[in-house]
């Protein structure tokens, strides 16, 4: 209904004939506190608020609004309701969002809230404005997170020596290789093309420390005797594809050539420059100025310039995927054979790469001299596997394998050398207890002699003893580091173990967590099936979930041997050779593994069964 008709009784109320539950006026509010509507938390806060209508109010009718005061009424000292009529428990949504239609509360009719700004806070309280703390940074006292940890000596003078990556400046005990790789690779100093290599060892038998050093040195003797020489390194565990080890390689040599043509354009610019200012300045004819050069004119020098420019405008990099592998091969050629050069290119883990793309590269690689006009190429292929050319086409291990250097594993007297070598250049003086070295060398030959695990607990025996502010490495630390290498070596082969194996994994953990020993593949199937329905997996058959526990025994998780039952037949009884807690919560912290819930009753189930 409309506001006009609304009609003022005598008593102040509204006509019941004509009152409407949600159009109440604000001659409600002359009623005072005696008269209590229970609708009143139902008004519409917008009907009232024009003035001017026919509703009635003892309020003296030149009271200003709100608009006419700047925003600040004043309030009705006999009424509960908010100066725009609505009450006090129903706020004005519009008046809270505007800083108009905020009204300032008055310290007269509420006192508790004196001191309280247009917003309704009080600006006084700490818990509500942060203007006045005052944060207590002046404190000399207080100690930050790092200062404790920064307030000890450190005990490493290089930490970096001790690092796989680092390539010391001798090695000991390879003399023998260092020498043998040298005089094959001589004849890239003398312009020739020299012959490939095979290098085989194992892990951290020092292949890739020995390669890099050998080829620093041809590198730096290559620059004083002025010839073209460089070695590129790829590591095919990384950059496994044909087409990413050539996209690699074209662009190095890309790069190489914009850097070269850049320089040869700044000598031709300054050269022209001369013949110019002769020709002006002297009177001297610019071929006279030209005469110790292979130019007869600055025009020839201006072709060579735009030829040159040409030339980089046209080198364009290779996207690491998208284009044919004809195409990137042909950019590789073009960029490797811009100008004269021998390149060793250095394959590290070779087998990776033959096992992931099969001998395409190789082939090609291997190819290429026959067909290159400027340049030659040498291949030094490094690998753990002695046999992985057995793999190869006969063709490409005839030209691959022309020379072959054999790493054999350091013994514990070897290993010893090989870490005193880098503690003096890693650690400061006396910072070593005399037995903290022989027992990293006598855990590592354990280890068919792993120069790059002896560096590796080293390096970590001295980041436990600096950790814990002892001032030198102890024996302690250096068996607290072996075990903590154990540890992570076990967490991230089982991290990356698939999904079936993690399960059949984790089938034996739940039967030894229940007291199962000698755990046979009968046992660990019905477990393995149960978990499968759990997860929604599918479920293998047993004889393929025996040859995963067969991996997960070459793996050193399991140790699983073979039992003979007579008449029953044989079986493979198993145990875990991994801690079980830590390898359990490495389980579960695979997403589809962690949606196992409560495993312990189904384990039950099998032996109730």
């Known amino acids: 209904m409309d506001e006009g008709d609304h009609t003022s009784r005598a008593d102040g109320g509204i006509d019941p004939d004509n009152g409407d539950e949600s159009d109440h006026s604000s001659d409600s509010e002359d009623e005072g506190p005696e008269a209590e509507d229970p609708d009143i938390e139902d008004f519409d806060p917008d009907a009232p608020t024009e003035t001017g209508g026919d509703s009635s109010t003892e309020a003296d009718p030149t009271t200003p609004t709100e608009a006419d005061s700047g925003g600040f009424s004043e309030p009705d000292p006999d009424t509960g309701l908010n100066e725009d009529g609505t009450s006090h428990d129903t706020p004005d949504v519009e008046s809270i969002d505007s800083d108009a239609d905020t009204p300032s509360v008055s310290t007269d009719a509420r006192p508790e809230t004196a001191g309280l700004d247009n917003g309704g806070r009080d600006r006084s309280s700490p818990d509500v404005d942060f203007d006045g703390v005052v944060l207590d940074d002046d404190d000399e006292d207080n100690q930050g997170l790092f200062d404790d940890l920064l307030s000890g000596e450190p005990i490493f003078e290089n930490k970096e020596v001790l690092r796989p990556s680092y390539t010391p400046h001798e090695l000991p005990h390879r003399n023998d290789q260092i020498n043998r790789m040298a005089t094959i690779l001589v004849s890239a100093l003398r312009g020739e093309t020299p012959s490939n290599i095979l290098i085989y060892g194992k892990t951290g038998t020092g292949k890739t420390a020995s390669a890099k050093f050998v080829s620093q040195e041809l590198e730096s003797t290559s620059q004083k005797y002025d010839v073209p020489c460089e070695v590129e390194y790829i590591n095919c565990e990384v950059t496994d594809t044909q087409y990413r080890v050539l996209a690699q390689l074209a662009n190095t040599f890309i790069e190489e050539n914009q850097a070269v043509i850049a320089d040869r354009l700044e000598r031709l610019e300054t050269l022209r420059e001369d013949a110019t200012d002769a020709e002006d300045t002297a009177g001297r004819d610019a071929a006279a100025a030209l005469a110790d050069t292979e130019f007869d004119s600055v025009d020839e020098i201006d072709e060579r310039i735009e030829t040159l420019e040409d030339d980089a405008d046209e080198m364009e990099e290779v996207p690491m995927t998208g284009w044919p592998t004809d195409r990137v091969y042909s950019t590789f050629f073009e960029a490797v054979d811009y100008h004269e050069r021998v390149v060793v290119i250095m394959l590290d883990e070779i087998d990776k790469l033959v096992e992931k793309s099969g001998d395409d590269t190789l082939y090609n690689l291997s190819r290429m001299n026959s067909e290159l006009e400027r340049s030659r190429i040498s291949i030094m292929g490094i690998s753990n596997d002695l046999k992985f050319t057995d793999f190869l086409d006969p063709r490409v291990k005839s030209s691959l394998g022309e020379e072959e250097i054999v790493f054999p594993p350091y013994d514990a007297n070897q290993l010893r050398d090989i870490l005193q070598h880098r503690a003096d250049t890693a650690f400061k003086p006396d910072a070593l207890t005399d037995d903290v070295i022989p027992l990293c060398a006598a855990f590592a030959a354990q280890e068919h002699g792993d120069a790059r695990r002896a560096l590796d607990l080293l390096r970590t025996a001295g980041e436990l ?90 793996l050193g998780i399991v140790n699983a041997v073979v039992v003979s039952k007579g008449r029953y037949g044989r079986t493979k009884e198993m145990g875990l050779s991994v801690p079980v807690e830590e390898t359990e919560a490495v389980l579960l912290s695979d997403s589809r593994l962690g949606d196992i819930e409560n495993a312990q009753p189904f384990v039950q189930a099998r032996f109730d069964n």
């Not at 076990?490 to 399960?503: A, D, F, G, N």
């Not at 030894?512 to 759990?534: D, P």
């Open 465 to 554: 003893a600096e950790r814990s502010q002892a001032e030198i490495v102890a024996e302690k630390h250096v068996r607290q580091a072996q075990d903590k290498i154990e540890l992570d070596r076990v967490v991230e082969v089982v991290r990356t173990l698939p999904t079936q194996s993690k399960i059949v994994l984790f089938a034996v953990i739940l039967l030894e967590k229940n007291g199962v020993h000698n755990i046979n593949t009968g046992e660990v199937f019905n477990i393995y099936k149960r978990l499968c329905e759990e997860i929604d997996a599918d479920v293998l058959t047993q004889r393929r979930v025996t040859d995963l526990i067969s991996e997960l025994d070459m």
